[in-house]
């Protein structure tokens, strides 16, 4: 019995080592971009909430963002001359409207949404985003520009404009994540005349790791360890004896 339990301390660590290697984290990519659809039609993914039309919104509410989520899907426009053709980030993104003719006309404040959904919780994430913005995204004295499941994770972008990309990255958005359906909100806010939105980003996350299924030469590691500190605890164990 004593040599059994000695062996059996010898192997724990090695049996351990083996189930920790089965173990680990898995990275994932998710993309989009607005325009989902023909010019002339509305976006499948994105929807909206409309506000004012010269100014942003009051401060925004569960209710605001879960109407935004609701909503009416978003028009996709054709450009206005004065905007961005497209962004570097992605061609094939195009510009989003509460109206047809938001490029031309007039526009309205807008909270547009996209959801997605995440098998799992994750430990980390880095959302990178580049836009566009007739006339910008957020404002300083009201609302942030980007929101994650009804929490900033932003700033305003005043200075966000329809004629150059705006480039956007974070690596704290994680916490603000959950297994299931998020949303990712922005608030694009209009002064007055047309108004527009263009967007293309991604997000990458990393999730705690699932137990995964050994490989057969795992097995065969961890059988050929195990025999080979058994053998040298048996020839100990009769040196001890003689």
């Known amino acids: 019995m004593i040599l059994i339990s000695r062996l059996f301390r010898s192997w ?5 080592l083996v189930a920790c290697s089965c173990v680990a984290a898995q990275a994932s990519l998710i993309t989009f971009h607005s325009g989902n659809g023909s010019v002339g039609t509305n976006d499948a993914l ?3 909430l409309a506000g004012p039309v010269s100014s942003d919104f009051a401060t925004l509410t569960a ?6 989520q609701t909503g009416p899907h978003a028009f996709i426009i054709a450009n206005n001359p004065n905007w961005l053709t497209t962004l570097t980030e992605d061609p094939t993104a195009k510009w989003l409207g509460t109206n047809a003719t938001a490029a031309t006309g007039t526009g309205d404040t807008a909270l547009y949404a996209i959801s997605f959904n995440l ?3 994750v430990v980390s994430a880095t959302l ?3 836009f566009a913005v007739d006339n910008q995204l957020g404002a300083t004295d009201t609302n942030v520009g980007i929101f994650l499941n009804g929490t900033a994770v932003s700033s305003a972008f005043p200075t966000a ?3 150059t990309e705006t480039a956007f990255n974070s690596s704290t958005v994680g916490a603000s994540l959950h297994a299931g359906t998020n949303t990712l909100y922005f608030d694009a806010v209009n002064l007055g005349g047309p108004a527009g939105f263009i967007v293309a980003g991604t997000l990458t996350t990393v999730d705690a790791g699932t137990p995964s299924v050994p490989e057969p030469a795992t097995f065969v590691l961890l059988g050929g360890a195990l025999v080979a500190l058994g053998c040298i605890r048996f020839r100990r164990a009769r040196a001890q004896r003689r």
Not at 12 to 16: E, T, Y
């Open 128 to 130: 990178d985003l580049h």
């Open 161 to 163: 404009g329809y004629g």
């Open 119 to 121: 098998p799992a919780a």
């Open 63 to 68: 209710v605001n963002f879960t109407s935004a």
């Open 12 to 16: 724990v660590p090695v049996a351990a």
């Open 46 to 48: 994105f929807t909206f």
